[in-house]
């Protein structure tokens, strides 16, 4: 098997893997009794399975095959989504869910569509095209016709 790497990666799953990667280390789950509080960040239990792959995302961005990369993309993006569904579940009583968690469910998602989107050849422009069009002006009324030409005079 030969894998062949480029040196310009697919940006979007690239920038989601990489944004993955920041919420790990966001806050994934708190605890407070009024005086104290405390909170974890996902590197610890399942969290470890979606640190992991965002880097493994992020290293696919820059496979050179596409469908191998749109491929390992979905993979990362789908296991990285089961290890924070893990988490989330198992979640003892008394803890809360913090904004890290919910951000990585999101990106985790972001980076499957961005993926399938690449496999699928749908061109990231043409989906950001849609959101950041111009609306167009309201258009004006046809011109009136031309008047009929006057009758000779005599």
């Known amino acids: 098997m030969n894998v062949k790497f ?3 990666p697919y940006f979007p799953t690239l920038i989601a893997s990489v944004i993955l990667f920041i ?3 966001l806050p ?10 405390i909170s974890f960040n996902g590197t610890h239990d399942w969290g470890i399975l979606t640190l992991i792959m965002s ?11 596409k469908r191998t990369r749109a491929l390992g993309s979905i993979l990362a ?10 988490y989330m579940k198992n979640l003892g009583h008394g803890w809360g869910v913090g904004a890290g968690l919910i951000l990585a469910l999101i990106v985790s998602l972001a980076l499957i569509a961005l993926a399938y989107m ?3 050849n749908i061109p990231f422009s043409s989906v950001t095209s849609r959101f950041m069009k111009p609306k167009a002006p309201p258009s004006s009324p046809p011109p009136a016709p031309p008047a009929p030409p006057a009758p ?3």
């Open 118 to 120: 690449d496999f699928k």
């Open 77 to 86: 993006g789908v296991l990285a989504l089961l290890g924070t569904i893990i």
């Open 152 to 154: 000779p005079a005599k």
């Open 23 to 25: 919420m790990v280390f």
């Open 28 to 37: 994934w789950i708190s605890a407070s009794n009024g005086f104290f509080g």
């Open 55 to 65: 880097i493994l995302g992020a290293a696919a961005a820059f496979l050179a095959e």
């Open 6 to 8: 480029n040196t310009k």
